[in-house]
């Protein structure tokens, strides 16, 4: 069955519930169309390489483990120190709506009325959205709470949230200061202060993730939710040296001949001097970065107590993928829409 989608979005806007209920018509509940056959999908090339970059950390002995994603800004400092305002304007902060209080009026009242005449339980109404300013109801719950506490049906109390109180749709943003992880790097120090205490040496931790970055604009190289495969290395004796022969190793799992890896220009100031190291392959004649390797500043370390050197190395997946994949447009890779 086709939906006329321009008409159902044109008769929502005039009567959200009454479509809502209506539409559910064109559903089918009853009989057996699709017959679930054994047969092989399409895999995501991203994905796909998630589980081959996987499969190489473990097999150096590696441990997989998850990693925070919401970070407060106070991390970014503790890690950047001076270069952390820069780095804050990069990343995404999290906000949550307010939840003022909202009165009912006697023009409220004879609008609840139009929709249940015989309703008069308006002292629950109060309690309700007292409740949920305390936040002793979620959002996603509130429906259910008026139809359990009120008594009424779900259709009312949709229509009631909706005609009775536009303002819930306009509620202020209240800014927090906790962002989206930008960097791995950010959920790395807290989680090796709190393993050092307990782990033998050396520690040797993966995490592939997401990491979000307000760039610029997204282009052919650049999106602002992007993929790393993140290792780090804790030991009491370790050096560069060995983290770029890793590398080189890790490379050549991936199928790649040839890696230039070079001291980068400017240090991350979490990083130590002369300790941050890029990584490049040949992809359609020229350098792409695709890795990042180095050692952990002891001033950033300390900030976390931590006594031992610490070795990070990350990879870009979907910059892997693009030249794996030969593809000239990482949203086209990545994005079936684009």
């Known amino acids: 069955m086709q939906f006329h989608a321009k008409t159902i979005k044109e008769q929502a806007e005039k009567d959200f519930e009454k479509t809502w209920l209506e539409t559910a018509k064109l559903l089918t509940k009853s009989g057996r169309v699709m017959h679930w056959e054994k047969s092989l999908g399409k895999k995501h090339p991203l994905h796909e390489l998630n589980s081959v970059f996987r499969k190489i950390f473990l097999s150096y002995g590696f441990a997989e483990t998850e990693l925070l994603s919401i970070i407060p800004e106070q991390e970014?400092?503790?890690?950047?120190?001076?270069?952390?305002?820069?780095?804050?304007?990069?990343?995404?902060?999290?906000?949550?709506?307010?939840?003022?209080e909202l009165g009912i009026s006697e023009e409220k009242k004879t609008e609840i009325k139009k929709i249940i005449p015989d309703f008069d339980n308006f002292e629950n109404i109060k309690k309700l959205f007292r409740d949920y300013k305390k936040g002793k109801i979620e959002g996603d719950d509130f429906i259910g709470e008026m139809v359990k506490r009120l008594k009424i049906k779900e259709s009312e109390a949709t229509q009631i949230i909706q005609n009775v109180f536009p303002e819930l749709r306009s509620l202020e943003k209240i800014p927090t200061n906790l962002t989206l992880r930008s960097h791995m790097t950010a959920s790395w120090f807290p989680l090796l202060s709190a393993m050092q205490r307990n782990s033998k040496l050396p520690i040797k931790l993966f995490s592939i993730g997401k990491r979000y970055r307000k760039e610029q604009k997204q282009d052919v190289n650049h999106l602002f939710e992007s993929t790393s495969a993140s290792i780090v290395v804790m030991a009491e004796d370790i050096t560069l040296e060995d983290g770029e022969d890793l590398t080189k190793k890790i490379i050549e799992d991936l199928g790649f001949k040839k890696v230039k890896i070079i001291p980068k220009k400017t240090t991350s100031k979490y990083y130590a001097p002369g300790m941050d190291l890029e990584v490049f392959v040949d992809f359609q004649g020229k350098d792409l970065e695709i890795a990042n390797l180095g050692f952990y500043s002891p001033v950033a370390l300390s900030k976390y107590k931590i006594w031992y050197p610490v070795l990070n190395l990350g990879f870009g997946v979907e910059r892997i993928a693009m030249i794996l994949e030969n593809a000239k447009d990482i949203r086209k890779l990545i994005y079936p829409t684009h």
């Open 76 to 100: 970014v400092y503790k890690q950047y120190g001076p270069e952390a305002p820069l780095i804050l304007d990069r990343v995404f902060y999290l906000a949550g709506l307010s939840r003022k």
